[in-house]
């Protein structure tokens, strides 16, 4: 479990609530799906996606989740909680699940190391937009890494940062999370965001970034596991 820390003036995280909020935006923002509306207490997404019907993020748990938790009975709905897994679980009736482990995370001053060189053979893509920025790093036709950042609010949200496999472990997610750095950067993006896999956490560290919090999903699976 991980408690809350606070950033300093320099760092300048001071509102939770704005911060999740800038979060959920940004999240919805980089999927391409409608903006987050208030909903119980909570910042409410409809991806309307078969395995993801609806979203709501939580900034603390609240009398708005605990009535989420009686009154949805479908599958795919997914409850996201800045709460430690402990916590969440003792609120949640049957059949609801915790999923695997998640961390908000945050990084106020710049990455470390520097942008690292690229392995022979790959070479990286720059998609810049005012909405959705997109990194690619390519080896011939194939995909290799990819990354995506959003600035809300001076926040700048970092959000499906990936590395096929075969190809981990050269440092080219370190190259995507620099190069979105400097792009989140010359948009007025100063105070980094994201959630990370209990593995990803670990790169994310070396470069800089510290836990902000647990951040915890609560579902109801349908048939087989579905979504």
């Known amino acids: 479990m991980f408690e809350l820390i606070t950033m300093d003036e320099a760092g300048s995280y001071n509102s939770k609530a704005g911060m999740i909020e800038a979060w959920a935006k940004g999240w919805a923002m980089a999927r391409g799906v409608s903006a987050p509306v ?3 207490g909570a910042f409410r997404i409809d991806p309307g996606w078969p395995d993801q019907v609806r979203r709501y993020v939580f900034a603390e748990l609240n009398e708005g989740f605990k009535t989420l938790c009686r009154e949805i009975h479908d599958p795919c709905v997914f409850l996201k909680i800045c709460a430690a897994p402990e916590r ?6 049957e059949p609801w699940m915790i999923e695997s482990p998640r961390f908000m995370m945050i990084c106020a001053k710049p990455m470390h190391p520097l942008r690292p060189l690229l392995p022979g053979g790959y070479r990286l893509e720059i998609e810049k937009s005012p909405a959705v920025s997109v990194i690619r790093i390519m080896q011939n036709e194939e995909l290799a890494s990819i990354g995506r950042v959003v600035v809300v609010d001076g926040y700048a949200i970092y959000d499906r940062i990936e590395t096929i496999a075969e190809h981990r472990r050269l440092g080219l997610a370190t190259r995507v999370m ?7 950067l010359e948009q007025g993006g100063t105070k980094g965001v994201l959630v990370a896999t209990a593995e990803g956490k670990s790169l994310y560290e070396t470069l ?20």
């Open 88 to 93: 969440v679980k003792a609120w949640l009736p």
């Open 38 to 40: 208030r909903d119980h």
């Open 178 to 184: 620099t190069e979105l750095e400097a792009i989140a």
């Open 208 to 227: 800089g970034w510290e836990v902000y919090c647990d951040y915890t999903t609560a579902v109801i699976r349908g048939q087989a596991g579905h979504c």
